[in-house]
């Protein structure tokens, strides 16, 4: 079973990724700390990057979900 996106009794954050330079890549342009990376047996994204705290992917530009004025 995969673990939870975030958990709260770790205080860590998931996010599926190609491979460990990704993890790498993603902490370097979040300002995340990087503190494991996991096997995921997904054959797609096969890890999973792990971080300390809950992180979030900023909102895209493109969002559609923005009340209008």
């Known amino acids: 079973m995969p673990k939870p996106r975030y958990d709260e009794d770790e205080n860590k954050s998931r996010h599926a990724a190609a491979d460990e330079d990704c993890c ?3 902490a370097e342009k979040y300002n995340w700390q990087l503190v494991d990376v996991e096997k ?3 054959p797609i994204l096969p890890v999973d990057c792990v971080f300390e705290g809950k992180t979030e992917f900023p909102k895209s530009y493109y969002d559609t979900d923005k009340e209008q004025d």
């Open 24 to 26: 790498d890549e993603m």
């Open 40 to 42: 995921t047996g997904d």
